[in-house]
């Protein structure tokens, strides 16, 4: 069964590219525009990877992963960063609360799906 | 009236007093020191209306009525700036619709390009496959291997006809061995004949003798007579082989004409099927030559296309990097928009006195420089530091 990645980012376009290089490989994708949203989607259905955009408007990145982590069923799920933020403080805030790796966008399809591959097989 | 303006007067008096004082009891003397004072005191009076800088009312007035211009340019300023800072905004706001708007139509037309080159690679690739299986494997359903094995089977069937027309050649020239045999059957008939019309004259003379002998003849005249039947039986029996051999002798002649048509005429046409064969053989051979090129192209340039399009999809991101941008540019402008607003209220007249006015007016502007500072502190923090538009590092926790 193909498994299902959330894609959060309050980009249309980079909600679209992320789901057509992941639909492109045989994964499912389940998008969210703002962190709100995509707590509430990774609520709703269990996903097997979380990728989410940094700055949102209503809960931006880091705050959507605290509160992911926060769950039990989200508390070993991997989630990814993919955001335009490239500086080594906002990495360390995003390892501190939880992300399991950090892409900084652009991002290169082949890029993306051999890390998620790497991540969720 | 000012403290200066009090010194002023104030000390005019006191001078005047002490020089009053020194001067004595004459009138003259008095009048001479008095006038001076009095000047004095009409000077320090005229000082009394001087402004705390040291302008006339003239000079004030001049100086109010400047500081109204400039507060009404300062006025005219903040209504220019404002205007431009909205159109900022404005069309910040219209750069990023029409970005938006770009770049998913973009979206739109490289996903259907990736999918037209992903269903052609679908449909290009079994055929690659079959290919390059065929190769490994020999297999008959390649076209090569078709070409190849109706070259063979060709080859072989001419081989055949060849073979054929040879067999037959030999087959008419065993023919003509027997169509010669049967002449000289012909011939030795001719012998048989004459033996049989010898031994008739024998039998006839046999007769002709018996009958002479008389009575003691009449026993070989009978064998006289039954000789010559055996003579005519054996000249019939001659003329019916004559003819049933000069009947076989027709039909080997026109079996052997045949034949040799026969085996003259397909063996030139299988030489020349032969030949024309192996001609479309290497015409068939060299067309699956530049197919299985053209398949491999495809296949590399359907390569090349997702290539391009993983570019197009990396590079189709810089809206989201200047939509960012343009909203970090919306801060400073709202930053700008705040100190704008502490500039118009310089100009702005609340009916109260000048003096309080300006503190009043000083002081809001503070207020707004403190606000706009605040303001764009926000904008200190840049998202987006990206110049160009390369995949970004990806980093494994």
Redesign the interface.
């Known amino acids: 069964m193909a498994k299902t990645i959330l894609a959060v980012d309050d980009s249309n376009s980079i909600r679209q590219m992320v789901a057509f290089t992941l639909k492109g490989a045989g994964y499912q994708v389940v998008e969210a525009v703002d962190g709100n949203d995509g707590l509430s989607k990774a609520r709703a259905k269990a996903v097997d990877l979380v990728l989410t955009d940094q700055n949102m408007p209503g809960m931006d990145g880091l705050t959507l992963i605290k509160n992911l982590r926060a769950t039990p069923q989200y508390r070993s799920v991997p989630i990814l960063m993919l955001t335009t933020e490239s500086s080594d403080s906002m990495k360390n805030q995003g390892r501190a609360v939880g992300a399991t790796g950090w892409l900084v966008k652009p991002f290169d399809p082949k890029k993306l799906l051999e890390v998620v591959k790497k991540v969720i097989g | 009236m000012g403290n200066r303006q009090l010194f002023i007067a104030v000390s005019g008096i006191t001078l005047s007093g002490c020089l009053l004082i020194i001067a004595g009891s004459s009138w003259v003397e008095w009048l001479a020191l008095a006038i001076p004072s009095v000047a004095w005191i009409i000077f320090a009076w005229r000082e009394s209306y001087k402004s705390p800088l040291g302008c006339s009312a003239e000079d004030l007035a001049e100086l109010n009525r400047l500081t109204d211009e400039f507060h009404a340019l300062l006025g005219e300023f903040a209504r220019h700036f404002a205007i431009q800072l909205d159109g900022f905004k404005s069309e910040f706001s219209q750069i990023r619709h029409l970005l ?1 708007d770009a ?2 139509r973009l ?1 739109d037309s490289f ?1 259907n390009m ?1 999918a037209m080159t ?1 269903k052609q690679e679908s449909l290009i690739t079994p055929i690659v496959a079959r290919q390059q299986i065929s190769k490994d494997n020999e297999s008959k359903t390649s076209i090569v291997s078709f070409v190849n094995y109706a070259s063979d089977t060709m080859s072989n069937y001419v081989e055949t006809i060849v073979r054929v027309s040879m067999y037959s050649m030999k087959i008419v020239e065993r023919m003509d061995d027997v169509y010669h045999t049967v002449s000289a059957i012909l011939t030795d008939l001719d012998a048989v004949d004459n033996i049989a019309k010898q031994t008739n004259l024998l039998a006839l003379n046999a007769a002709i003798e018996a009958v002479r002998a008389g009575e003691a003849g009449r026993g070989f005249a009978v064998v006289a007579d039954e000789v010559r039947k055996l003579s005519h039986h054996s000249s019939q029996f001659s003329a019916q082989i004559r003819r049933h051999v000069a009947e076989s002798q027709g039909v080997l002649r026109n079996a052997m004409a045949a034949s040799a048509e026969l085996s003259s005429h397909d063996m030139n046409f299988a030489l020349q099927a032969k030949i024309n064969l192996q001609q479309m053989i290497q015409e068939i051979k060299e067309i699956d030559r530049k197919m299985q090129m053209s398949i491999s192209e495809i296949s590399r340039i359907g390569n090349e296309i997702q290539n391009y399009v ?1 570019s197009a ?9 200047a ?2 941008l343009i909203t970090h540019l919306d801060r400073r402008v709202l930053g700008l928009s705040a100190l704008l607003d502490g500039v118009h209220n310089i100009g702005a007249s609340t009916g109260e006195s000048r003096t309080t006015t300006y503190h009043e007016k000083i002081g809001r502007f503070h207020n707004a420089i403190f606000q706009a500072v605040n303001l764009l502190s926000t904008t200190e923090h840049q ?4 110049q160009k ?9």
Request: net charge negative.
């Open positions: 938006r770049v998913n979206t996903k990736e992903r993983n999809v990396t590079a189709l991101q810089f809206e989201d990097m939509s960012q998202a987006v530091s990206q538009m390369h995949a970004g590092d990806v980093e494994l926790f």
